[in-house]
């Protein structure tokens, strides 16, 4: 697995990437009882990102959550995390690695609300990343790379600056930019595992296999007691089709901890693209019984939601949203019951239940709104609500609010990814208009690592008459061969009889 999960569905990959990837320091410490109260223009010898503490003790405790964190072993990070603040209360580095590695929405939201509030008691570094991951988690692309390009030019000499940076980027899905700063922070540190993994997945994501292989065949060489180089190298597997060699690897991590329940969740989806649903479920399950938090809970529920619409159980499919909607209300997790709000309606959409969809979407907006979350992020939910909106408009056949709605959300957009949304809601359009050129075109902007987006160009295409294109994009979204996602289970099945 690269280093950060999608576990807030409210958010964008873009956000759901920088809450995990920012979340870096280096060995180097200012203690605030020294005499280094002030960080100088060169805070170290080595030019590395200070951490800033009071507490020798909670430094330690900092670093360990951190090295736990770096290995994926993110619930085994939380309570040195929690141990570093109960040691130093205005330790805001460590206030934003616990929002990292928090199990709900809401956590992540708190500690990251905390880490602001002592940024400026912390060294420049420290706040840069703090200000990066809050604009990040406000949607600001914008302001985001902002504050990243100032680390790495205050900090070119620290490998976790560079490796924040390259994450912004994967979020960005700028592939060959990521290479760059995950590169330059391999030959910073050699051994600096956590950027060969995430190195792999940016080649791998790149189509670039065979460096791809190198990258996490290094990553194993770096840690190879440790299960997730394992876990990453299976991931590629899958994604090559190789199910068998996949779920080798994967059971190589088990057999290093047994804990480390994201293989379960990728030899799951290695059986289900073997067409054998059940089995899927059987090791699905596995995640369930030895779940430790409400977050390992939902990795399971998610990915028998996966494996339910994949099999076209959709009533079954509700039921799992459900359940995951029930983890988030028990703590009023809003982030996290927002997202099942979302996902309940992409669903629905699926059934073609419009109207019950559109209920979802009206009650996501509202809680959003209603809720203690910033102001940036309700606003972007009202954006969103235009593009749901559309896409109810869509499935009715209600072009002129379609329309609308579609212009409304253009209108707004604050970042790549909902640029790639609105050319998705243009392409729709055109589709319905039998404008099959415009369609094509502009669902050729839309995102390419969803592989909705290249079964509806293969539609496009297969509309228009060219064959060849529609055969090949068809292709695309049949072998996608991901960890569980939604969007792919909604087309996964039509997408193999069309290529």
């Not at 690269?2 to 958010?11: E, F």
């Not at 680390?151 to 290479?179: C, K, S, T």
């Not at 991590?253 to 990728?266: E, K």
């Not at 992409?346 to 509202?366: P, S, T």
Request: hydrophobic content about 35%; proline content about 3%.
């Amino acid at each position: 697995m690269p280093r950060y999960k999608s576990r807030l569905l409210l958010l964008s990959p873009i956000i759901a990437a920088t809450i995990a990837l920012t979340g870096c320091a280096n060995v180097e410490s200012t203690n605030k009882n020294s005499a280094a109260t002030t960080e100088p223009a060169n805070s170290t010898a080595a030019g590395k990102i200070p951490i800033t503490t009071s507490s020798e003790e909670a430094r330690k405790e900092f670093l360990t959550g951190r090295d736990l964190n770096e290995k994926l072993l993110v619930q085994d990070s939380i309570a040195h995390y929690d141990k570093a603040i109960s040691l130093d209360a205005n330790f805001a580095y460590a206030e934003l690695n616990r929002a990292g590695v928090s199990p709900t929405g809401k956590e992540f939201f708190d500690h990251l609300k905390k880490a602001v509030s002592l940024a400026d008691k912390a060294s420049n570094g420290e706040k840069l990343l703090i200000l990066g991951t809050e604009a990040g988690a406000n949607g600001n692309a914008a302001k985001q790379k902002e504050y990243l390009d100032q680390l790495v030019a205050a900090y070119p000499n620290d490998e976790r600056a560079n490796f924040a940076l390259g994450g912004y980027y994967f979020g960005q899905q700028d592939f060959p930019q990521a290479i760059t700063y995950y590169k330059k922070a391999t030959e910073l540190e050699p051994k600096f595992s956590s950027a060969f993994n995430l190195l792999g997945y940016a080649y791998r994501q790149n189509n670039d296999y065979a460096n791809s292989e190198n990258a996490f065949k290094k990553y194993i060489e770096l840690i190879p007691n440790d299960p997730n180089p394992y876990d990453s190298y299976a991931e590629l597997l899958l994604k090559m089709g190789k199910f068998d060699d996949s779920i080798t690897q994967y059971r190589k991590a088990l057999s290093i901890d047994s804990n480390f329940i994201n293989a379960h969740q990728g030899i799951g989806m290695a059986l289900l693209y073997q067409g054998k649903a059940s089995e899927a479920a059987t090791e699905i399950n596995h995640i369930t019984e030895k779940a430790r938090s409400d977050a390992e809970r939902r990795t399971a529920l998610f990915a028998l939601t996966v494996v339910d619409v994949d099999s076209g159980k959709w009533d079954a499919a509700l039921a799992d949203v459900d359940k995951q909607y029930a983890l988030g209300d028990k703590t009023n997790d809003v982030p996290g019951m927002t997202g099942d709000l979302q996902l309940r309606g992409n669903i629905l959409l699926e059934m073609g239940k419009y109207d019950e969809a559109k209920v979802q979407f009206e009650k996501l907006l509202k809680m959003t709104q209603d809720s203690s979350l910033s102001q940036e992020i309700k606003d972007n939910a009202a954006l969103f609500h235009h593009y749901n909106l559309a896409r109810v408009a869509l499935g009715k056949k209600d072009l002129a609010t379609a329309k609308t709605e579609s212009s409304a959300f253009m209108n707004g957009v604050k970042n790549p990814l909902q640029t790639k949304q609105a050319h998705q809601l243009m392409g729709l359009i055109a589709m319905e208009e039998k404008d099959y050129d415009k369609a094509v075109a502009e669902l050729k902007q839309a995102n390419q690592q969803n592989p909705y987006d290249l079964y509806r160009l293969c539609q496009a295409y297969s509309a228009k008459g060219d064959a060849a294109s529609a055969k090949e994009q068809c292709g695309k979204a049949a072998n996608f061969n991901s960890l569980p996602a939604i969007q792919y289970a909604f087309v996964r099945t039509k997408a193999v009889k069309q290529s």
